[in-house]
């Protein structure tokens, strides 16, 4: 794939309607002409890709269930020290 370069982040409304007047000598930047479905079968950098997000979604899950446990023992603790305060 090519590098980004700053052009290709103009917003146009040739996206909307490519067929507008005007605009025949305008192009698209190369990451919306993409065949996503096709580059998936033929790359094996987009498995890869799907395999990262999965195991940040995995991560970020396995962090959650850490801070629920974490706050569940500090509420435990709270209302313990609360008894002894009220005893």
Known sequence: YQALEPEHLNVTT??????????RHEHLAWFWTMD?????CANDWMSE???????SQRDRCCEEVELLQ????WMKNFFLHQ???WQ
């Open 83 to 85: 008894t002894n305060c």
């Open 70 to 73: 974490c706050k569940m023992s």
């Open 49 to 55: 890709f799907h395999w990262l997000r999965a195991k």
């Open 36 to 40: 996503i479905p096709k580059d998936t």
């Open 14 to 23: 040739m996206v909307a309607n490519p067929n507008t007047h005007g605009h």
